[in-house]
């Protein structure tokens, strides 16, 4: 039976880095590689987003049915930076683009952000938490109170100036499997709203990686991130056999991405084959 500490090997001689988090909810973690190396986060930071905007509407700050303005003009995270805008070409998510100028709930946005990655979705959602300070502010909250140490979100997807400014988004593998772990232990929300999120990161449709090597009819709550050189899931697993564990695999280097998720696929078959 291939393990998923049988993967040091490989691991090893990726070129670039590799990191993994394996383990049950609420530890401690079976195997670790690299855990604590950052990486550009990607869409992974989709996940710190959509807890922040449930947790504000928990606290009555925000209407997760209100209508949002679909529009694609966002401030950057750059002081003094004009407006940027998203690329419908570079977007995962065709539907959100084919309600510009029309007002959608919030609540879509959100779960179009999780199950098809919108990038235009999630600077709509982050626009909805507030100005960009405070945006990031409640994102970076539920980074720490999920007891992430290394996690960052602190730029909308897309914005180049901000980039250009040394502004990023960065991850751990250790930082995510903290982060879905917090969520399904309850940390984060109510019970109905987590709930809600679990049920939203469970409907993922971006099934490239992690899921290729998990059974068809598997219960995963997952998001992942890409962008060339990085390939970034997390999950939380739902066996029927095995109480639920959490699988974060973070590459970043220059492994062609069909490679990267084939990796991620087999490390996630090992995964499943030690459930128990």
Known sequence: MSTVQSFEQELSAFPGTASVWFGPVGG????????????YAASTMKVGVMIAAWRAAEAGALDLDAPVLVHNEH?????????????????????????????????WLATRM??????LATNLVLGALGPNDEAFAQVNEVWRLAGAVEAHTDRGIEDYPARDAGI????????????????????????AGTAQMIEVLAAQECRDDLHRGLPADARVALKNGWVPRERHSSAIVYPTDAAPYLLAVCTTGD??????????????????????
């Open 75 to 107: 401030v950057s995270a750059a002081s003094g930076a004009p407006v940027y805008r998203n690329d419908p070409e570079y977007d995962s998510d065709q539907a959100v683009w084919a309600r510009l100028g029309e007002l959608v709930p919030l609540r």
């Open 28 to 39: 401690p973690a079976a195997y670790v590689r690299a855990e604590h190396a950052r990486h």
């Open 168 to 191: 990023s988004n960065e991850v751990t593998a250790a930082d995510l499997a903290a982060l879905f772990g917090a969520l399904e232990g309850g940390k984060l929300a109510s019970p």
């Open 114 to 119: 999780i199950v098809k990655s919108s990038n």
């Open 255 to 276: 492994l062609p991405d069909a490679q990267a998720c084939d990796l991620l696929g087999r490390i996630a078959a090992a995964s499943w084959a030690q459930r128990r």
